[in-house]
C-alpha cells in the first residue's frame, strides 16, 4: 500500500537522485545515493522494485521521472472522503456547515482534508485517526509567517489553529494547538510522513 505522503517522499527521493546524477561527477556517490534512496523506498513498499530499478539511470531526466511517477501515483490510495451526511454528524455540533464540493479533487493528493471558514476564522478537518474519520475544527488566527507546520514539517505560510480540547464545570475551558499551513492543500502535497499529522490530532482531539 502507498499512501499519499509516501508518494510525496518517493517524488522528493527520485528529483534529489537526479539532482545528484546531474551535478555530482562521482559515479561511487551517486550508487551510494541510489543506494541510499532505493533502500528507504522499498522499505515503504515491496511494489516500488520495478520503479527502483527503473530510476537507475544516471540519463534519467525530470520528463522521464514524471512519466515513472504517473505509473506509482496510480498505486496510491485515495483519501476516502465521507458524504455530506456522514460530514454533517462528525460536525453536528456546527451550524450551518458549509461543505466544500470533493467532486473536483484528486484524492489521492490527500491525506487529509480540511477547509478554511474566514468568516468564522475556522479551519475544519476531516482525518483518519485510530482506524476512523474524524472531524476537528478549530479557529485559526488572522495573521500568518513563515515557519515550520507542525503537521507536514514543512517550511510554509503558517496561521495558529486552537481547538477546544476540555471544558469544566465551572465554566472555564482549555484550548490546544499549534502552528499549521493556512493552505491545506499545499500542506497535503508537501507531507512526506504521517508523525505530524498524529500528532497534531492527538494534540487537539477533547481530552
Not at 58 to 75: D, I, N
Not at 88 to 113: G, I, M, N, S, W
Not at 180 to 188: K, Y
Not at 190 to 200: D, P, S, V, Y
Request: glycine share 4%.
Amino acid at each position: 500500500m502507498i499512501t499519499s505522503s509516501d508518494f510525496n517522499r518517493i517524488r522528493h527521493l527520485t528529483f534529489a537522485l537526479i539532482n545528484a546524477y546531474h551535478s555530482v561527477n562521482s559515479v561511487e556517490t551517486q550508487e551510494a545515493l541510489y543506494a541510499q534512496i532505493s533502500d528507504e523506498m522499498y522499505q515503504l513498499s515491496e511494489t516500488l522494485v520495478p520503479f527502483i530499478r527503473d530510476i537507475k539511470s544516471p540519463t534519467l531526466t525530470k520528463e522521464g521521472a514524471e512519466k515513472l511517477l504517473a505509473s506509482v501515483k496510480a498505486e496510491v490510495v485515495p483519501f476516502e472522503f465521507p458524504t455530506k451526511a456522514v460530514i454533517q454528524k462528525l460536525f453536528k455540533k456546527v451550524k450551518k456547515l458549509k461543505v466544500p464540493e470533493a467532486d473536483h479533487l484528486e484524492l489521492r493528493d490527500y491525506t487529509y482534508f480540511a477547509w478554511n471558514d474566514l468568516a468564522s476564522h475556522r479551519k475544519y478537518m476531516l482525518v483518519s485517526h485510530a482506524g476512523q474519520t474524524m472531524g476537528i475544527y478549530g479557529t485559526i488566527g488572522i495573521d500568518t509567517k513563515k515557519n515550520t507546520c507542525a503537521i507536514c514539517s514543512q517550511t510554509s505560510q503558517v496561521v495558529q489553529f486552537m481547538a477546544l480540547t476540555k471544558s469544566n464545570v465551572d465554566g472555564t475551558y482549555t484550548k490546544n494547538g499549534n502552528y499549521i499551513c493556512l493552505d491545506s492543500d499545499a500542506c497535503n502535497h508537501q507531507m512526506q510522513h504521517e508523525r505530524g499529522l498524529a500528532n497534531f490530532v492527538s494534540t487537539v482531539l477533547p481530552k
